[in-house]
């Protein structure tokens, strides 16, 4: 393993010198030295040592990405398809900003706090955040704090989210347009102030502005594993008073096309399905899905450039961004004007 004795040797300075170029103290070296050193470790192949780079300096170049959503113990945030992609997205920004990321679930304040403690993150990455004692908890902190699709706000703390009100109004606006009035609203926990509870209101308005009756033995909710989409779909496929069924998340419709197909069902003959997110699966369904598209990668990017400039204590003029939607039409809803 190279060490910063050999580079120190093989340019010919001291092993101050370079140890000063590594942590970036250059203001008495000369740019000669500098590029010379730099050559050195490219060419010997230098990894430095993180840990002892974070002793001397107050930065650990770790980014923690706490995810507060412990509804279903069983599942990992990454086995979301949506979840997986923006993740990455997140991480491969991150690491071209010569940051690591560290993904950890957290269910609790103290849970929080021991995190915090036992890892020295430069900063925060949050999802599933609601307006309780966790919040107030991250508002406490010395270190930035970026929230992802959250309702709550505080001056220190940025967020980035999504026109989920207006997702959900569409999504609900385009079935009612090809002639579905029995629309059955499927989705996780509707917690209030959350994401869901946004999409839930745009399908709520949406019915409301064509005098459709909101009926809420049409509302489902569960979890998002693969057993109980699955067994959604096959309860609704007995159903003979929905025609048309809106998921809030694309991995919950294929769940429920699933269902549904096992059921001795056809999509969308004996009935429609919406979803929201436009991952990759959507394309692989069988119809393809017809679904809301929200830009994860770029959700993680707007996430990542946030952070580093707080970071580096860059004045925002905004601490939000709120991210567009729009319709992508394919072959899983029916026009019943046809």
């Keep these: ?51 002892a780079r974070a002793l ?29 992609a923006f993740i990455g997205s997140i991480e491969k ?17 103290s849970d929080l706090m021991n995190f915090l403690h036992n890892w020295n993150v430069d900063g925060l990455f949050c999802t599933g955040v609601f307006q309780d004692e966790f919040f107030e908890a991250l508002t406490t902190l010395k270190i930035p704090v970026v929230l992802i699709d959250s309702y709550v706000s505080h001056p220190n703390i940025c ?4 026109e989920d009100y207006d997702g959900g109004y569409t999504a609900t606006r385009y079935l009612i347009d090809k002639g579905h009035k029995d629309i059955a609203f499927a989705s996780p926990t509707i917690k209030e102030k959350g994401v869901v509870y946004e999409r839930f209101l745009g399908y709520k308005n949406a019915l409301k502005e064509a005098s459709i009756p909101f009926r809420k033995s049409l509302i489902f909710e569960q979890e998002l594993d693969t057993a109980t989409t699955v067994e959604l779909g096959k309860q609704l496929a007995v159903r003979k008073d929905i025609t048309a069924v809106f998921a809030t998340a694309d991995i919950l419709a294929a769940g429920i096309m699933a269902g549904l197909r096992q059921a001795g069902k056809m ?45 580096d204590n860059k004045p925002l003029p905004n601490n939000e961004v709120i991210l567009p939607i729009h319709l992508v039409e394919r072959e899983s809803v029916k026009s019943l004007y046809n």
């Design 1 to 51: 393993m190279t060490t910063i004795k050999d580079i120190a040797q093989a340019v010919g300075v001291s092993c101050t010198t370079v140890s000063n170029v590594i942590h970036g103290k250059t203001g008495r070296v000369s740019a000669e030295t500098i590029t010379l050193i730099n050559e050195a470790i490219d060419k010997l192949g230098y990894v430095p040592n993180m840990s």
């Design 56 to 84: 001397v300096s107050s930065s650990s170049k770790v980014i923690g990405m706490i995810s507060h959503l412990t509804s279903n113990k069983k599942e990992s945030i990454v086995e979301d398809p949506f979840h997986s």
């Design 93 to 109: 920004t991150l690491r071209e900003n010569g940051y690591y990321l560290m993904l950890r679930t957290v269910e609790t304040t």
């Design 159 to 162: 967020n980035v989210g999504l």
């Design 267 to 311: 999509i969308p003959e004996d009935i429609s399905v919406m979803g929201f997110d436009d991952i990759n699966l959507c394309q692989l369904t069988s119809p393809m899905l017809t679904t809301i598209h929200q830009d994860a990668p770029l959700k993680g990017k707007l996430a990542v450039y946030f952070l580093m400039d707080k970071l």
